[in-house]
């Protein structure tokens, strides 16, 4: 069980304010309070499609529902979702996926990948 420590215990760091040129970072690390929305829901997926335009960066989830063979060519999938987001957010969430990975295979060992 995590300790609580009372206000006294605990050494508060001096807030440094950014100067005008340097931008101000907000870090995903801080205490977060998350709320779902009414439409939230929770999706699985093994095909993902990635679209890139100047402006955005979209990924389109979907379920293999018949993998091809040898009497079909293609394959079957059906879309589940898309996430839309700024070039900016996706590169972030690339560098945490990264991160995420890195210490999942840390601790677990490596994925393998089939070919």
């Known amino acids: 069980m995590a300790k609580k420590h009372t206000k006294a215990e605990v050494q508060e ?6 100067s005008a040129s340097e ?4 870090r995903a690390n801080l205490n ?3 709320t779902p929305s009414p439409g939230f829901v929770s999706l699985y997926t093994n095909d993902t499609q990635v679209q890139i335009s ?7 989830f979907g379920v293999i529902t018949q993998p091809p ?11 589940v979702g898309e ?6 957010h ?4 690339t560098m945490i996926l990264l991160q995420q990975l890195k210490l999942y295979e840390e601790s677990i060992g490596p ?5």
């Open 83 to 88: 996430v839309r987001m700024s070039p900016q």
């Open 54 to 60: 100047p402006w955005d960066i979209r990924l389109i």
């Open 32 to 34: 977060r309070q998350v």
């Open 111 to 115: 994925l393998q990948i089939p070919d």
């Open 69 to 79: 063979g040898a009497d079909l060519a293609s394959i079957s999938i059906t879309t």
């Open 90 to 93: 996706a590169k972030r969430v």
């Open 13 to 18: 760091k001096p807030r440094v304010e950014p």
């Open 23 to 26: 931008p101000t970072v907000i």
